[in-house]
T-cell receptor, first 113, second 117 residues
Framework: DQQVKQNSPSLSVQEGRISILNCDYT??????FLWYKKYPAEGPTFLIS?????DKNEDGRFTVFLNKSAKHLSLHIVPSQPGDSAVYFC????????????FGKGTKLTVNP | GAVVSQHPSRVICKSGTSVKIECRSL??????MFWYRQFPKKSLMLMAT?????????EQGVEKDKFLINHASLTLSTLTVTSAHPEDSSFYIC?????????????FGQGTRLTVV
C-alpha cells in the first residue's frame, strides 16, 4: 500500500518557467511533509517542508502548498533553472507515531535551457 | 542544514566478504538514524531505524542478521553487510535526525554505492 504517491515519474520544463511537482498521500495521520532533491549517486538533500497546520511555505524560489482536504501537496519552483534538474522526492511523517519518513517514488525534473 | 557524512562513497567487494558503512552526524547529535536502500529507478526503501544505545528496528523483509546496524554513539551509526552477495549490490543511504533540528527534518548522507562481485 503506497501511502505517498508521486504519479508523474518525470517532468520537463523550460528554463525560466514554473515547475510544479505533485504529491498525494492517503494517510490522514501524516502531519509533516518534506521535499528532497536527489542527484544520481548522491544522498537526498532537504529542500523545504511544511507542517499540516499551514497551507503554504515559501523559501526563495521554492514554495510548497498543502491541501489537507484533498490530501495533496505540491512543490513550485519559480523560475526553474537547469541546475534544478534532479529527482524530487516527497516525504511524509506522522510525528506522533513511528516517526518514519514515508517517501514517494520520486519525479525526475528536467529543466531545459 | 546539518551535515551527515557517509563513508565510503563507493566500495567493491568479493562475494562472501563483509562490508561496513559508516554514517556520522558532524555538527549535531543524532538521536535517531535511518538506513535506506535504493533500487534502480525506485524510491528509497527504509531498511531499519536505530536509536542511540538500543537495538535497531528492522522493517519487514529485511534480514537483521545480514544487515547489522550499530548505533554506538550519538554521532555514529554503522551498517555492516555480512556475507555479501551480488544481489546486495545497491545504493545505501543513511539519514540522521536530532534534537537540534526539532527532531523532524532528517538529513541524509551522500550514499554508498556497493558492488559485490
Amino acid at each position: 500500500d503506497q501511502q505517498v504517491k508521486q504519479n508523474s515519474p518525470s517532468l520537463s520544463v523550460q528554463e525560466g518557467r514554473i515547475s510544479i511537482l505533485n504529491c498525494d498521500y492517503t494517510n490522514s495521520m501524516f502531519d509533516y511533509f518534506l521535499w528532497y532533491k536527489k542527484y544520481p549517486a548522491e544522498g537526498p538533500t532537504f529542500l523545504i517542508s511544511i507542517s499540516s497546520i499551514k497551507d503554504k511555505n515559501e523559501d526563495g524560489r521554492f514554495t510548497v502548498f498543502l491541501n489537507k482536504s484533498a490530501k495533496h501537496l505540491s512543490l513550485h519552483i519559480v523560475p526553474s533553472q537547469p541546475g534544478d534538474s534532479a529527482v524530487y522526492f516527497c516525504a511524509a511523517i506522522f510525528q506522533g507515531g513511528s516517526e518514519k519518513l514515508v517517501f514517494g517514488k520520486g519525479t525526475k525534473l528536467t529543466v531545459n535551457p | 542544514g546539518a551535515v551527515v557524512s557517509q563513508h565510503p562513497s563507493r566500495v567493491i567487494c568479493k562475494s562472501g566478504t563483509s562490508v561496513k558503512i559508516e554514517c556520522r552526524s558532524l555538527d549535531f547529535q543524532a538521536t535517531t538514524m535511518f538506513w535506506y536502500r535504493q533500487f534502480p529507478k525506485k524510491s528509497l526503501m527504509l531498511m531499519a531505524t536505530s536509536n542511540e544505545g538500543s537495538k535497531a528496528t528492522y522493517e519487514q523483509g529485511v534480514e537483521k542478521d545480514k544487515f547489522l546496524i550499530n548505533h554506538a554513539s550519538l554521532t555514529l551509526s554503522t551498517l555492516t553487510v555480512t556475507s555479501a552477495h551480488p544481489e546486495d549490490s545497491s545504493f545505501y543511504i543513511c539519514s540522521a535526525r536530532g534534537q537540534r533540528f526539532g527532531n523532524t527534518e532528517a538529513f541524509f548522507g551522500q550514499g554508498t554505492r556497493l558492488t559485490v562481485v
